[in-house]
């Protein structure tokens, strides 16, 4: 029973909630992470990016669970994230302490070669996490008060340079927020 109670702390993720909305609430962690995952394997399923799959979904999988003990840290233009990564840490600490063996190593390993974006697959990863947002969000065209084209190409193009085919998706999906007046709500 020690496993099973140490492995709900994983639940947690279902109560920490983002800035975007669903309905009349926010998005939880846990929404998003499985929202990612299937997102990426929509991208999997249509192209070759010569990536190990199962590792995408890990990172994908596990990418957020800091935030169990961080709480989200969100992108948007009017929030400053100054002290993310120092909550962050925190957070893997006491995190690898609470979670069952072998997931606690599992969980850090994975957060963070997502963090330092070295491998293929953490930067598809990175991608999809990226993306994610931006196509979850045109259900709420009210959250988009604040947000400019610059802001998201400044912040996110990056992620998507070494896959043309998600950078083609990014461009598209921002000139269907600028056709559709999402930016001047």
Request: hydrophobic share 40%.
């Amino acid at each position: 029973m020690e496993d099973i109670h140490k492995f709900r702390i994983f639940n947690k993720l279902k109560t920490i909630y983002r800035f975007n909305s669903v309905e009349d609430r926010k998005e939880s962690s846990a929404e998003h992470s499985w929202s990612c995952l299937i997102l990426a394997d929509l991208f999997l399923s249509k192209f070759d990016f010569n990536v190990d799959k199962l590792k995408v979904y890990e990172l994908l999988m596990y990418h957020d669970v800091v935030e169990i003990e961080s709480g989200d840290t969100p992108l948007h233009p009017e929030i400053k994230r100054l002290d993310k990564k120092d909550k962050e840490k925190k957070a893997i600490e006491l995190l690898h302490k609470s979670l069952p063996i072998p997931l606690n190593d599992k969980f850090v390993n994975l957060f963070t070669e997502f963090e330092e974006q070295k491998t293929v697959e953490s930067k598809f990863a990175k991608a999809i996490d990226a993306l994610d947002a931006e196509i979850h969000e045109l259900d709420y065209k009210q959250d988009w008060k604040g947000w400019t084209e610059e802001f998201l190409v400044n912040k996110k193009l990056k992620f998507f340079e070494e896959f043309p085919e998600m950078k083609k998706v990014f461009f598209e999906i921002l000139d269907y927020l600028k056709t559709n007046d999402y930016f001047n709500h």
